[in-house]
Every structure is written in structure tokens, then in C-alpha cells.
């Protein structure tokens, strides 16, 4: 059964901070993972990975996809406040050519001031 | 339009009764979906659209679900006979083109709370 685990499920940390989040993933005929910042209620995307060791990167966060062990990493660098929010990360459904994702539980971040 | 819209942003009804929820997508997108999100959870896809045409729909959760799109556009989820457990986010993505289907943009979803 494909699914999509993530760790830690919550954080607080203060501003200037770096996290990183972290997602692991079981899915037959992998072809991407996605992760989006979610606040409030609507996801919003910020990376699409689809090769290994490439590092994705916008501002102060980036991301890294390890195809050989399953997982991605999410960093954020000299948090802000801003950037509390949940963290979702998301594969597409292995017998899918579509946008038919499966997601993870997601990390909640808080940034305290 | 510039994003997806969704409405009503919160609906309260009584168990037992019918609700509707509408998505307006991307103008252009060819795929819409339509996912549900429990507290404290991770979105649970439950169903997509190619035009108009319902491909996937094995995320519905019981009969009581169903969803059409009209004119490649609209889109509208009905609940019939709601339970207190369909209480939940319900989100609209739509995207563009089969080639990156993937990469879905949300609405700000409607709040569904059953009494």
C-alpha cells in the first residue's frame, strides 16, 4: 500500500531557527514529491522533486529527494514567524498518471518571536 | 479566474440534511479534485476530473458522496443525508495539463461542520 509518513508531527522553535522536516515514502512506480506549506486551510506548493541529490531551493527553504532510501528532506533556514504553518509532503498514487497525491499527517511548525 | 475559489467557506448543517459545495478552478485547467481533510489529518483524495469526465472516483467515501463538473468548470460535491464523521475540510485543486498533473493549486477550502 503506497503511503507517505512524516516526522516530527509538530515543532516549536524560536526565530532564527533551522529546521528541517523530514518525509518518507512507500509508493510503487514513484515519479515525484511534492511539498506544500499549508495555512490556515489552503496548501500552497513549493517544491516538485523528482531526481535524487538535486536540491531544490527558494529563498530559505530548500529540499533535497534521496530516491535509494525513500526520503526528502525539508530545510528552513533563519525562521521566521511567517513561516509557522503546517508542512505537508505528497506523493502521487503509483497506478495514477494524475494529480491523485497521497499526503502525509503533515509536520505542524511554530516559530515562536 | 486567478485562483481556485471555493464557497461557502463554512457550512453548519444538521445531520440528516443535504449540503453542496462548489469549486470554481483555474480558468483553463483540465483537471480539477477534490480532497477531504479530518483535524489534525492529511488531505484524503476522494475524487478527480478530466473535463468533465469522473476517471477516479474511488475515494468517495460512501453513496452519499457525488461530485459532477459542468462546462470543463464548475464543479459542485454533494453530501447527501450528512453523518457528524463527513465534519471536515473540503478542498478543490485543479491543474493544468496532464504532463504536470502533479502539481496541484488549492482553494481555501469549505469548512464543513455537522451538528
Known amino acids: 500500500e503506497d503511503k507517505v509518513v512524516q516526522s516530527p508531527l509538530s515543532l516549536v522553535v524560536h526565530e532564527g531557527d533551522t529546521v528541517t522536516l523530514n518525509c518518507s515514502y512507500e509508493?510503487?512506480?514513484?515519479?515525484?514529491l511534492l511539498w506544500y506549506k499549508q495555512e490556515k486551510k489552503a496548501p500552497t506548493f513549493l517544491f516538485m522533486l523528482t531526481s535524487s541529490g538535486i536540491e531544490k531551493k527558494s529563498g530559505r527553504l530548500s529540499s533535497i529527494l534521496d530516491k535509494k532510501e525513500l526520503f526528502s528532506i525539508l530545510n528552513i533556514t533563519a525562521t521566521q514567524t511567517g513561516d509557522s504553518a503546517v508542512y505537508l509532503c505528497?506523493?502521487?498514487?503509483?497506478?495514477?498518471?494524475?494529480?491523485?497525491?497521497?499526503f502525509g499527517q503533515g509536520t505542524t511548525l511554530q516559530v515562536k518571536p | 479566474g486567478a485562483g481556485v475559489s471555493q464557497s461557502p467557506s463554512n457550512k453548519v448543517t444538521e445531520k440528516g440534511k443535504d449540503v453542496e459545495l462548489r469549486c470554481d478552478p483555474i480558468?483553463?485547467?483540465?483537471?480539477l479534485y477534490w480532497y477531504r481533510q479530518r483535524l489534525g489529518q492529511g488531505l484524503e483524495f476522494l475524487i478527480y476530473f478530466q473535463g468533465n469526465s469522473a476517471p477516479d472516483k474511488s475515494g468517495l467515501p460512501s453513496d452519499r458522496f457525488s461530485a459532477e463538473r459542468t462546462g470543463e468548470s464548475v464543479s459542485t460535491l454533494t453530501i447527501q443525508r450528512t453523518q457528524q464523521e463527513d465534519s471536515a475540510v473540503y478542498l478543490c485543486?485543479?491543474?493544468?495539463?496532464?504532463?504536470?498533473?502533479?502539481?496541484?493549486?488549492f482553494g481555501s477550502g469549505t469548512q464543513l461542520s455537522v451538528l
Open positions: 505528497a506523493v502521487p498514487h503509483g497506478s495514477s498518471n494524475t494529480g491523485k497525491l497521497i
Open positions: 485543486a485543479s491543474s493544468f495539463n496532464r504532463e504536470t498533473n502533479e502539481k496541484l493549486f
Open positions: 480558468s483553463g485547467h483540465t483537471a
Open positions: 509508493v510503487t512506480n514513484f515519479r515525484s
